[in-house]
């Protein structure tokens, strides 16, 4: 009995078990990593078209996986989302339900080999027509738009800053290396216009201040101004008040709103705050184990949270006016991401199950025009639009 | 800073004296002691009309060695104060001299290995971070674990098999060929440098692999950090990335070492200058302290005490350097 007890435990591996999974990661890794050397060296592998010439990035069934000790980790799995132009899309999600990895995914910035997008398209809009693929896009293309076209900022500002170079020169940096033309002096005064336009009252002190000078909002600033400096089509703001409190997330929330309408560019939000989401986006993805659950306007979502996961995440938030003893929290946590069914991945959590769930993971529903659900119980509902597509392990 | 550097020194003058006061006792109290072998050597010579306890009295009233252990030291100060270090009793000639003879040696030896060691190690623990657990990774991390693990005699003997006694293209120890006084001046440079080959091979070889360790250990910690991940996402180059973002950071831990490594400049290397034959300052120190050659020993332990106390102070300056967070104002 001591023996069955112990193969439960998802965290216990052989050591056979453990050499198959090392052998069968390397002879993967070793093919995408051949396979992607081939794609990003033919432009016609990674120069594609939008399917709508007005969305900044199209996700199109993205697989980013991992290869780790334990097994491959499916993080993103099939996710499909848009972002339309100047608009804010914000993807809310537990911890680990990989978020930041469809970020990472389309910053190229993932740990490579381990790291890989190893299924669907990245479509990323360059305008007149063209697009890049991002999954295939070799370092020196990605390097190009990287800062340029799209930037990030991070949820860590203490951290994200190096500490040994003074706040102007790393702007001053980005600034440069995408505009080569300017001069020392020009370079200077955009960073400063930058600085300003942040919200930053001293720019010229802090220009030459070392990140350590500075607090946590002011990092945070900076880091925004590093990420406008070459006003990019698509700022993608991974939990980027996460570290901060609340009165300073809220002035950092307020910039970036107030920016994305000076600057004209879309913006990709990540949270797990829905009071962020609610505030800035005006599309919200909804994640949940790797796969998007629910998606649409967020009136969609707030008025009329469909997926069983969406709705508990509104009752587990507080509202003003209303008195609850306790608030709501959903049963259990997120599955192990290793070797996940071919079920609804909510289902075990799930308090509205329907029949069908003990089958295949559901396609994903259109509720309305711009409303879209993976949930069995709304089948007779809405049309039924395509299930996600994942990589199957031999193909690759 | 130059309040901090002024505060420093002072302070570094005070615990020399206490260090020299230390290596005093320890001399003093030292079971070979040089004025007694002497006294019983005076006594067995032919002629000699005192015995051993008779010399002995007037040998230390002679040396100073009746005022004790406060008392010697003292006078130490006092005389080293005013310049004078004192003949060395070994060596009978002015401890300065002998010094002067032999530290340069074990200077460039020590040098070139430090040379060479920064040379490989430093790439070479940048090179294996990159690529962690690759092919290149694995090889610099057996490498550097033979170097940490083989003593000294071991990697010089197996360097003297090879090089000396299968290969014959150096001598096996010593510092000129036989035919030395024969050759030309530019011959007698080209012949003292290949002396110096083995010796500084083994030095690099066995001090390589922890600096090797040292630096791939501390660029992976800075490449796994956030402001690498925010330098990518600016769209930099990756030689730009590792070069200019990852490697002043690394700097920063590798200072102390480089900084900490100034005293072992001038030290010697006293295994290594044993096992090649090689007259330098390690040597003359080792049999200075054996034979209990008080002012030789004391005058080269305190060149090192004032080098290390330097080392830490300069490692200091330049931490402030290169790290902005630490800078005094």
């Given at each position: 009995m001591i023996f069955k007890k112990q193969k439960n435990n998802s965290s216990y591996i052989t050591t056979k078990e453990s050499r198959r999974i090392s052998a069968l990661n390397r002879r993967l890794m070793r093919k995408l990593e051949k396979k992607r050397a081939l794609a990003s060296s033919n432009p016609n592998s990674y120069m594609t078209e939008m399917k709508d010439k007005d969305n900044v990035v199209e996700f199109d069934n993205v697989c980013t996986w991992f290869f780790s000790d334990v097994g491959i980790v499916k993080a993103v799995d099939g996710v499909s989302f848009n972002v339309p132009r100047r608009s804010t899309v914000g993807i809310v999600g537990e911890?680990?339900?990989g978020k930041s990895v469809t970020s990472l995914s389309l910053m190229q910035l993932l740990q490579r080999p381990q790291g890989q997008t190893v299924g669907g398209e990245i479509r990323f809009n360059l305008g007149d027509g063209k697009a890049l693929n991002i999954a295939n896009t070799p370092n020196s293309e990605m390097m190009k738009i990287r800062g340029n076209k799209m930037s990030m900022i991070f949820q860590e500002p203490m951290t994200s800053l190096n500490p040994v170079f003074r706040c102007g020169d790393q702007i001053d940096e980005i600034i440069s290396l995408h505009n080569p033309k300017m001069s020392k002096e020009e370079v200077k005064t955009r960073t400063i216009e930058m600085l300003n336009l942040v919200g930053i009252a001293n720019s010229n002190g802090v220009y030459n201040?070392?990140?350590?000078?500075?607090s946590g909002g002011m990092r945070q600033r900076v880091m925004i101004a590093m990420a406008l400096a070459c006003t990019p089509e698509l700022i993608i703001a991974d939990e980027p008040t996460t570290a901060l409190d609340v009165t300073i997330q809220a002035q950092i929330l307020e910039l970036l709103k107030d920016l994305k309408e000076k600057v004209d560019t879309s913006i990709m939000l990540i949270t797990h705050d829905l009071g962020v989401v609610a505030n800035m986006a005006d599309y919200v993805v909804v994640m949940y184990a790797g796969r998007v659950i629910e998606k649409g306007t967020a009136e969609d979502i707030f008025h009329n949270p469909s997926h069983p996961y969406t709705i508990g995440l509104m009752r587990s938030k507080p509202v003003v006016g209303k008195k609850v003893s306790e608030l709501y929290n959903i049963p259990g946590s997120v599955p192990n991401p290793v070797n996940m069914p071919d079920y609804c991945y909510f289902r075990d959590r799930c308090?509205?199950?329907?029949?069908?769930?003990?089958?295949?993971y559901p396609p994903e529903i259109k509720l309305s025009e711009t409303h879209f659900v993976s949930c069995w119980r709304f089948e007779q509902e809405g049309e039924i639009i395509d299930y996600p597509k994942s990589v199957k392990l031999e193909d690759l | 800073m130059g309040e901090f550097i002024l505060k420093r020194l002072f302070l570094s003058i005070f615990i020399l004296f206490f260090v020299m006061f230390i290596v005093y006792a320890l001399m003093y109290s030292l079971p070979t002691s040089y004025v007694e072998s002497m006294a019983r050597e005076l006594a067995t010579k032919p002629g000699s009309t005192k015995s051993a306890a008779e010399w002995l009295v007037e040998l230390n009233a002679q040396y100073g060695f009746d005022r004790g252990i406060v008392g010697g030291y003292l006078q130490w100060i006092k005389t080293a104060l005013a310049g004078d270090f004192g003949d060395s009793w070994n060596w009978s000639v002015p401890v300065v001299e002998e010094f002067n003879k032999t530290i340069w040696y074990s200077f460039i030896l020590s040098f070139i290995a430090f040379i060479l060691e920064m040379a490989i190690a430093i790439p070479a623990g940048i090179i294996a971070a990159r690529k962690q657990y690759s092919l290149t990774d694995y090889t610099v991390t057996v490498f550097s674990l033979i170097g940490i693990s083989l003593p000294t005699f071991f990697t010089a003997t197996i360097l003297k098999l090879i090089f000396s006694v299968k290969l014959g293209w150096f001598d096996i120890g010593g510092m000129q060929s036989r035919n030395y006084i024969t050759l030309s001046n530019f011959g007698k440079f080209l012949d003292l440098a290949s002396h110096y080959v083995l010796p500084a091979l083994t030095l690099t070889l066995v001090s390589i692999g922890s600096l090797m360790r040292f630096t791939r250990t501390n660029m992976l910690e800075v490449l796994n950090s956030d402001y690498i991940r925010t330098a990518r996402a600016k769209g930099l180059s990756e030689s730009r990335v590792i070069n200019h973002h990852a490697f002043r950071n690394t700097l920063i831990p590798l200072i102390t070492i480089l900084g900490g490594s100034l005293p072992g400049l001038f030290s010697g290397s006293l295994i290594t200058e044993t096992l090649f034959s090689f007259r330098g300052i390690g040597y003359a120190s080792y049999y200075s302290m054996i034979t209990g050659d008080i002012p030789f020993t004391m005058f080269y332990l305190m060149f090192v005490s004032i080098l290390t106390l330097l080392g830490n102070l300069i490692s200091d300056i330049l931490y402030a350097v290169v790290d902005p967070r630490v800078r005094v104002h």
């Open positions: 911890s680990g339900c201040m070392y990140p350590h000078e500075l308090e509205m199950c329907v029949e069908k769930c003990s089958g295949k | -």
